[in-house]
Nanobody, 125 residues
Framework: VQLQASGGGLVQVGDSLGLSCAAS????????VGWFRQAPGKEREFVAA????????YHAESVKGRFTISKDKAKNTVFLHMSSLKPEDTAVYYC???????????????????WGQGTLVTVSS
């Protein structure tokens, strides 16, 4: 599985921005696609994830109500819509995927087998 992330950029506080993750050959079964982010000097952290074959989605508490993950199976693409952006949302955002990730493991990067290149999101005040 190859992942291609896109959509980062420089925005102002309060703006909205959308990220896309195009996946090659997602398979049936318990395939999960997620977003992580890593700010300078900080550890990579979970942002959101969505299961490929049902509507189950997960969002980090820090982004609930502001970020929404969705998918378009016909396009093999997962989206992260970000609104009310804050300076602390500034980070490199990574798309990641894995199979058979149980719910309790969704939030941890080590359970994801596939990673795309990062895309930088900068929120300026």
């Amino acid at each position: 599985v190859q992942l291609q992330a896109s959509g980062g950029g420089l925005v102002q506080v309060g703006d909205s921005l959308g990220l896309s993750c195009a996946a090659s050959n997602p398979t049936a079964g318990r395939f999960l696609v997620g977003w992580f982010r890593q700010a300078p000097g900080k550890e990579r952290e979970f942002v959101a994830a969505v299961r490929w074959n049902d509507a189950t989605a997960y969002h980090a508490e820090s982004v609930k109500g502001r970020f929404t993950i969705s998918k378009d199976k016909a396009k093999n693409t997962v989206f992260l819509h970000m609104s009310s952006l804050k300076p602390e949302d500034t980070a490199v955002y990574y798309c990641a995927a894995g199979r058979n990730i149980i719910t309790s493991s969704v939030y941890y990067a080590r359970y994801y087998s596939y990673w795309g290149q990062g895309t930088l999101v900068t929120v300026s005040s």
